[in-house]
Antibody, heavy 119, light 107 residues
């Protein structure tokens, strides 16, 4: 069974940093691209970042470019999101999601971790 | 960035109804479109990919169609568990973009 478990969320002050982790199990992690998607309270889904299976290709939303860094450790079956210079508008539930093998759509999602940026 | 526009943003329907949600892309995306269902407090769930291919385990009352810029999600006979918010998403290019969502409520 595919499982994605996010951790690392919490309350942080504006300008602060946070590192999210996503522990993957139930599939060959090193074979799949991975993604972060966020959802602000009461709002819709916003794609944040994607990373290819070998980390060769990395993409970011303009809203986080230069502040967030996606990475992965295939030996540890883990995905990360380093978030710096956090702003109030980064407050959201952050989901880890696995890309489908034959397409780039998001076939499996974690339950999310809440990041709150507030003074 | 490709803008995805869903309509309607919300609407009410009854169990047994046939409902259709529309998604329009600001430029052609071939069939690189997915539909997701999200229930309150839960993660989204993939329903349809490649515009019309049903994800494994998804009931056959869900169907998708379209290509290019115009797409539809149809639920042929609404069940109580289908009341949720639905999102379309293009994966034709980066940045990936979602529609604003369509909230389906019980009439």
């Amino acid at each position: 069974e595919v499982q994605l478990v996010e951790s690392g969320g919490g309350l942080v002050k504006p300008g602060g940093s946070l590192r999210l982790s996503c522990a993957a199990s139930g599939f060959t992690f090193s074979s799949y691209s991975m993604n972060w998607v966020r959802q602000a309270p009461g709002k819709g889904l916003e794609w944040v970042s994607s990373i290819s299976s070998s980390s060769s290709y990395i993409y970011y939303a303009d809203s986080v470019k230069g502040r967030f860094t996606i990475s992965r450790d295939n030996a540890k079956n883990s995905l990360y999101l380093q978030m710096n210079s956090l702003r109030a508008e980064d407050t959201a539930v952050y989901y880890c999601a696995r890309s489908q093998s034959s397409t780039s759509c998001l076939s499996y999602w974690g339950q999310g971790t809440l990041v709150t940026v507030s003074s | 960035a490709i803008r995805m526009t869903q309509s309607p943003s919300s609407f009410s329907a009854s169990t047994g109804d046939r409902v259709t949600i529309t998604c329009r892309a600001s430029q052609g995306i071939s069939s690189y479109l997915a539909w997701y269902q999200q229930k309150p407090g839960k993660a989204p769930k993939l329903l349809i990919y490649a515009a019309s291919t049903l994800q494994s385990g998804v009931p056959s009352r869900f169907s998708g169609s379209g290509s290019g810029t115009d797409f539809t999600l149809t639920i042929s006979c609404l069940q109580s568990e289908d009341f949720a918010t639905y999102y379309c998403q293009q994966y034709y290019s980066y940045p990936r973009t979602f529609g604003q969502g369509t909230k389906l409520e019980i009439k």
